[in-house]
Structure formats: C-alpha cells, structure tokens
C-alpha cells in the first residue's frame, strides 16, 4: 500500500502569508491525489483533486500542483486567514486494494496567526 | 439535508459488550467506506463497499463487521468491544466505483469511548 508523509505536524503562519503544505509518497505513483481540510470534532471535507496528468490546480486562494517526478503534492494556501486554520490532509488512492479506496496521510494543522 | 450522517455521534460503552454505528447517505452514492481516527489523529481506512462487494483492511480485527441492508446505508456492528477500539469512526460515501476519480463524503464521526 501506499505510504504518504506530510511534512509537519504543525505550521504557524502569519495572517496574509501564503502557507504551503507538503505531501510526499514513496511506492507507486497514483492516478490522481486529493486534499481534504477537517476542523476539530467535524469529518474531512473535501477540497481539490488534480490528476496525474496536472501540473497544477487552482480553486480560489487555493493552489494544488502535483509533481510525479519527486512523488510529491504542494499545497498552497494564499492571503492566509485565521478561519484558514483547520488540519490539511493528503489522500491517493490504494492501489493495493481497489483505486477508489483512499489512503490518507496524517495531516498538517495549519495556524494561521492574526 | 445532511449528505452523510451517522449515528450516535457520542458513544460510551463497557468492554465486552456489542455495539452498533448507523450510517446513511442520501447522496445516491455507489459507495460507502469505514474509516477509524485514532487519538493521534492518523485516520485509517477499515472497509469499503461497493455494489456488494466488500473489501476488508486486513489489520481489521474480525469483530467489526459492516451491514449494508441497502445502497444508502453501511452500518458498522462491533463485537466484544476493548479498550483500544476507543477511537472516532467516520463514515464516508463517494459516487463512483473502481477505477475513476473521486472524492469522499464524510460524516460528522461518531467517538466511541471503551470504559
């Protein structure tokens, strides 16, 4: 199966930064990758997609780009805003056991500093 | 409207005992999924299932099973409950089957508390 890392536990940022989250894989490489925020006591919550075939993707102040070459996703949060603070977590399909189930990885929670 | 909802959202129990979570969708969704946040956080996938086929993560202990009495429900039964079964179970759903893009739904998670 797949083994994800993200690259901290935490980050602090200040309001207006661009916060940029990591996620790297090691086995193989997935057809697409996806980020979910979740808020404490709430289920993940499903923010973009991109594809394999991606170099980048864009939904309002959020930028996702996809890197298959260094097995790795950055995902970047622009202006950042306190109600931006929330755990960020990256998720590629299993291979292992059907390409629709999910492996998630142990996320990032993002502070984001007034 | 809630799109995926389970129930209860707090449950506190005793070991040894059998409990059940209900879990519905009214997404209209081909698939549903079991998925267990333990207390560091790491979320971990248990079961899928999809037009009847069940696929069980193999480090899941045989006392979870999951009941799936229609397509818009996947309820998860869990046998002689131990203390390391204490851990959020999120319930999930997404549209579509094997081999295409998709992104999951999940509930508000029910916290299971093994006294």
């Known amino acids: 199966s797949q083994k994800i890392e993200q690259n901290s536990e935490a980050l602090n940022i200040q309001e207006g930064k661009t916060a940029t989250l990591t996620c790297n894989y090691t086995?193989?490489?997935?057809?697409?990758l996806q980020w979910y925020r979740q808020d404490p006591g709430r289920g993940p919550v499903f923010l973009l997609l991109?594809?394999?075939?991606?170099k980048e993707k864009r939904k309002e102040r959020l930028k996702v780009t996809f890197d298959t070459t260094l097995k790795q996703s950055l995902f970047h949060i622009t202006a950042s805003q306190p109600a931006d603070s929330a755990t960020y977590l990256c998720?590629?399909?299993?291979?292992?056991?059907?390409?629709?189930?999910?492996?998630f990885g142990k996320g990032t929670k993002l502070s984001v500093i007034p | 409207d809630t799109a995926v909802s389970q129930t209860p959202k707090y449950l506190v129990t005793q070991m040894g005992n059998d409990k059940s979570i209900k879990c519905e969708q009214n997404?209209?969704?081909?698939?549903m999924y079991w998925y267990k946040q333990d207390s560091k956080k790491f979320l971990k996938i248990m079961f899928s299932?999809?037009?009847?086929?069940?696929?069980i993560n193999e480090t899941v202990p045989n006392r979870f099973s999951p009941k799936s009495p229609d397509k818009a429900h996947l309820n998860l039964h869990i046998n002689s409950l131990e203390l390391g079964d204490s851990a959020v179970y999120f319930c999930?759903?997404?549209?579509?089957?094997?081999?295409?893009?998709?992104?999951?739904?999940f509930g508000q998670g029910t916290r299971l508390t093994v006294v």
């Open positions: 299932y999809n037009n009847k086929e069940l696929i």
């Open positions: 086995n193989y490489s997935p057809a697409y």
């Open positions: 991109i594809r394999e075939n991606e």
């Open positions: 999930a759903s997404s549209p579509r089957g094997r081999g295409l893009n998709t992104e999951a739904f």
């Open positions: 998720a590629l399909p299993d291979s292992g056991a059907g390409s629709y189930q999910l492996t």
């Open positions: 997404l209209g969704h081909d698939t």
